[in-house]
């Protein structure tokens, strides 16, 4: 079996011209739209990644929006955000940013205890009890030609998680010679394979995620060169990002959201963004009752900490079931699910206490974080729910050209049976029984 680095060397070599194929055509069939979205999910998934060390997924990224013209900046601290090329376009006028963190649970490589023994240190959730004996590989980000396999020999299940990560030892093939400071690790498993419908990856929590996002930008790009009537490499299409920048849907792609939101609450906590912006979390989430793999993606309510904007909230499920209703003779109709996804917790929380409006979809993720019924074992989500999802972000592109005014419309609308109905009110009649006030 190659090396997780072997494997995604080739990966992305392989998918990246269907990446761009999708494109090149004014029309795409389904088969081809699921096609260009497994490519994507292919180059993505297959960078290993953890907190505090997603520069191959960040990479990779940029790669993709660089061979779509698609602009792009990165913050202080590491968050790229895409559709704009620099902070002072963000607040402009009224946008949607998709939200997705790059990430997903892995350990840092700690000191040489002796031998081929090393101290590391663990972030983010994992099948804690079913650790030991569990093969690991580890990456030096300096060199994508360095990896060595390993297996814990000791993991002893957490009180509490500092900021240094949960301790364990590893007995790695051989000794690492060579290998950074800053190298890292995950379980030794395939970054991305694809069977029918179903695709199993070490990290589809979030970089599915990243996938939805990017493919709803590559869309919305697809649709302007369409209606500007320009080939892709047309050199006035930078003008889009000198003068008026007509993309509606932005990206922020963040850091080390499994250990506590760090890359979007620094985000958050430096006035970026405005009141101009309503976010759209997108997740890899746990599969429950009702949220259920290849059922299509989950317009998901809330989390395990918070509820999410009613008013967003309920113009997604608008927009949901026209999507259904326009696609419900298709070759392969738009489904959705809807609920509360309470199985974990998602940047929509932080977006929400800091006084943005929020809404979310997930795809649903058996083997969450990981947690096989044996062990650590890959997470499984959908190709058909990842590419709804990105269908249905795409469809915001149309649908939400100005800011909304629900509210008001859906108080016009309570106010007028009020006044139409509030004469009966009125009626006095007296009761059998109840006594006059």
Known sequence: MPSSTEVTTRTSKRARSLVTTKMSGSTTSTGESLTATSALLERVLSQPTAPFREGWVRAEIRRILDENQIPHFSDKIGNLIAGVSS??????????????????PGFHLGPKIKGRQHRCFWFGGAPYRQMEGARVRVFDPLNR???????????ETPLNRDEEGIPFLVE????????????????????????????????????AGCVIALGALIDQEQALRKEEKL??????????????????????????EEVGFIGCTDLLARKLFTENTWFLSLEASKAL??????????????????????EFSALLWTFAKELAASTEKSENPFRFQRRLMSGGVCEGTPLTIFGFQVAAIS????????????????EMISLFDVEGARALCFSLVEKLKEKPDWRSKVKKEILGFHRKLKPHLKAEIAFDGEDPQ
């Open 87 to 104: 902070p002072k376009e963000l607040n402009s006028e009224f946008r949607v940013a998709m939200m997705a963190h790059m990430d997903h």
């Open 145 to 155: 030609e360095l990896s060595a396999q390993g297996t814990i020999t000791k993991f």
């Open 172 to 207: 790695f093939e051989r000794e690492l010679k060579g290998f950074s400071e800053a190298s890292f690790g995950a379980f030794d498993l395939e970054g991305f394979q694809l069977a029918d419908d179903v695709i199993r990856t070490r990290a589809a929590d979030d970089l």
């Open 231 to 256: 080939p892709p490499s047309h050199a006035s299409r930078r003008r889009f990002t000198r003068e008026k920048n007509p993309r509606r849907l932005l990206a922020v792609f963040t850091r080390a």
């Open 289 to 310: 009752p009702e949220a259920e793999m290849g059922r299509g993606p989950v317009l998901r309510i809330g989390d395990a900490w918070c509820l999410f904007d009613a």
């Open 363 to 378: 795809v649903p993720l058996l083997n969450y974080h990981n947690q096989g019924e044996d062990g650590p074992a890959q």
